[in-house]
């Protein structure tokens, strides 16, 4: 019976230019080693899969061999190359700290350094996930680090560089491993695919590549656990049932649903879902990931945000250059939002229907308002507020009439950043209200549609550092919505004159997520000053991106500082984030 070996290894690449995704960065090192700009310590740094360990061995392997190619890879002929190749040269030595990690392993190392090479030149010492090392072991291996023998060289191996010492750093040459694009991992597994005589399909193979989420390695089992169970033909249908995805088709009927404003359709396609066994909760993040996708596919400076292949970017940028951006920056808002919401539903099939159901609605003209220009996106009801809408309706373009469905079938003009998008007036009024003023540049907020409510306004005097401070704690006290919660705390209201502030977001999503709730936030900020003739208005603009952007790594930080007992547990445990 003929030996079954893993792609993942049989495929392992045994020259500089076989790994995949990391040409620039093999190139370099390739280039060093055929100049003799050797350093004694390399740090290899990048996510789980990415070729470091392949990348030391064939750098331990090319330093070694006696007969390098022109193009300065390896021979893999001579004695020292077959002995790598087949795993028993005595220049390599490979310690995996991640278990590892005591001082007594250290210790063994450094005595290994101390013995010179019987045959090659250079001994090289592999030290995978070298983050785990102990304090301990770290100290003791640092002695060594600073002054190794002549024929050592160190590859230590990360996939958390934040976590290594400064004084560690400083002593290494280090290189940044890419992520594997999805083109990549694509064309390396057509490469192994034709080798083992197996046929798949390019959308199988993108399917697999997302999966494995930039790791080669992980690709490779997949493909290989996938051809296992359809006998060597990998069909797109047969990929997503073994790795229970959910065919993209069925968001595209969504999308359709959604812009058609057909409920009905969204739910039974919903229902088609969970039938197939789908969790719900599953299902809402995969449809925020393809309305995400959409939104980056629609600018082609963004286009490459989107990890895929060049035709699924291609048919992705194709759909989204029919949809509003504005349309799929409310519908990403809804899902976060049901995403937020669902640990506390009790009824978390309603959740998600409700979600479709307001998803569906995005589009639909709110019956109150026709004043918005045609082709335009409809405010959601909670924009509208007391304001009599008739005094909008004489600025209704001639082609609402006929536009019941502002769906947009070319790309819209994107919005010009950074002009002032909107004005709130005190009082409230429709956002079509809102936007023809703005475009009017009549920022003056004492205009006749308010006069109405001159008496019996709050005046009060304050200062910006009485709305400075009324707008955080008004961030501070928004337990409930987390998100905004942050979003305000990265924004300080810039006064600009009279009663008017200016907020600057970071970014299209930010001023959408504030504008949504600006009738609140004003209200509240309106009452803390007693003061009613305050008013904001939203630009978007890069100088004020956030300063703290919570991470996972933060918040475990955040954690730690406010109880050192999980450190601790982390250290004890050798817990490790995953
Ligand atoms: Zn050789």
């Known amino acids: 019976m003929e030996q079954y070996i893993v792609?993942?290894?049989?495929?392992?690449?045994?020259?500089?230019?076989?790994?995949?995704?990391?040409?620039?960065?093999?190139?370099?090192l390739k280039n060093a080693i055929s100049t003799g700009r050797l350093a004694h310590a390399y740090l290899f740094c990048g996510s789980r899969g990415v070729g470091k360990t392949s990348c030391a061995r064939i750098f331990a392997k090319t330093i070694n061999c006696t007969n390098r190619t022109a193009a300065g890879e390896a021979c893999n002929e001579c004695d020292s190359c077959r002995q790598f190749?087949?795993?028993?040269?005595?220049?390599?030595?490979?310690l995996d700290a991640a278990s590892n990690n005591g001082v007594d392993d250290i210790r063994a190392l450094i005595e290994q350094v101390a013995v010179p090479p019987t045959q090659g030149r250079y001994r090289v010492f592999i030290i995978d996930e070298v983050h785990m090392l102990s304090n301990a072991a770290f100290n003791s291996f640092l002695k060594t680090l600073e002054e190794p023998p002549a024929y050592v060289i160190f590859i230590l191996a990360t996939t958390e560089k934040h976590k290594i010492i400064p004084t560690i750093l400083s002593r290494c040459q280090i290189y940044d491993f890419n992520r594997i694009s999805i083109n990549d991992m694509v064309s390396h597994m057509q490469r192994v695919a034709a080798n083992e005589g197996i046929t798949a399909e390019p959308e199988a193979l993108n399917v697999i590549a997302r999966k494995a989420d930039g790791a080669m390695r992980d690709?490779?089992?997949?493909?290989?656990?996938?051809?296992?169970?359809?006998?060597?033909?990998?069909?797109?249908?047969?990929?997503i049932e073994n790795l229970n995805v959910l065919d993209q088709s069925y968001y595209n009927r969504l999308l359709d649903a959604f812009v058609a404003q057909d409920i009905a359709q969204a739910l039974l396609i919903y229902k088609e879902i969970r039938d197939q066994g789908f969790d719900s909760q599953f299902f809402v993040n995969g449809l925020a990931s393809y309305l995400r996708d959409l939104a980056v596919a629609q600018n082609p400076s963004t286009l490459n945000l989107l990890e895929a292949t060049d035709d699924v970017r291609q048919e992705m940028a194709a759909r989204a250059s029919k949809l509003h951006p504005t349309f799929l920056y409310r519908a990403m808002d809804l899902c976060n939002e049901a995403d937020f919401n669902f640990r506390?539903?009790?009824?978390?099939?309603?959740?998600?229907?409700l979600t479709?159901?307001?998803?569906?609605?995005?589009?639909?003209?709110?019956?109150?308002?026709?004043?918005?220009?045609?082709?335009?996106?409809?405010?959601l009801e909670n924009y509208t507020t007391s304001v009599a809408p008739q005094e909008a309706a004489p600025v209704a373009a001639p082609v609402a009439a006929t536009a019941p469905k502002p769906v947009v079938t070319s790309p819209l003009p994107q919005p010009s950043a950074p002009q002032p998008r909107a004005t709130y007036a005190p009082g409230g009024m429709s956002l079509a209200e809102v936007a023809r003023r703005a475009r009017n540049t009549s920022h003056?907020?004492?205009?006749?549609?308010?006069?109405?409510?001159?008496?019996?306004?709050?005046?009060?005097q304050y200062t910006d550092a009485d709305i400075a401070?009324?707008?955080?704690?008004?961030?501070?006290?928004?337990?409930?919505d987390r998100v905004l919660a942050s979003v305000m705390g990265n924004i300080t209201p810039i006064h600009v004159e009279g009663d008017r502030y200016l907020l600057r977001c970071a970014s299209q999503l930010v001023a959408d997520m504030v504008e949504k709730h600006i009738d609140t936030i004003s209200a509240s900020i309106r009452d803390s000053v007693s003061n009613d003739n305050i008013c904001f208005e939203t630009e978007i603009s890069d100088v004020d991106l956030p300063k703290t952007m919570w991470t996972d790594d933060r918040v475990l930080e955040e954690l730690i500082k406010e109880h050192p007992a999980i450190d601790e547990m982390i250290k004890k445990f050798q817990l490790r984030r995953i």
């Not at 401070?469 to 409930?480: I, Y």
């Open 219 to 239: 690709a490779l089992s997949i493909f290989d656990q996938v051809a296992a169970s359809t006998n060597g033909n990998i069909s797109y249908a047969a990929t």
């Open 469 to 480: 401070s009324a707008w955080a704690s008004l961030a501070a006290n928004m337990n409930a």
């Open 356 to 379: 479709l159901i307001r998803l569906c609605q995005l589009l639909s003209p709110s019956t109150d308002d026709v004043g918005a220009g045609g082709g335009q996106l409809q405010p």
């Open 7 to 28: 792609s993942a290894r049989k495929y392992r690449p045994t020259t500089f230019d076989s790994v995949v995704g990391q040409q620039a960065l093999a190139g370099t």
């Open 344 to 353: 506390a539903a009790s009824n978390k099939q309603f959740l998600v229907e």
């Open 444 to 460: 003056n907020h004492t205009d006749n549609s308010n006069k109405k409510e001159a008496d019996g306004r709050r005046a009060q």
């Open 85 to 94: 190749n087949e795993n028993r040269s005595l220049n390599i030595i490979e």
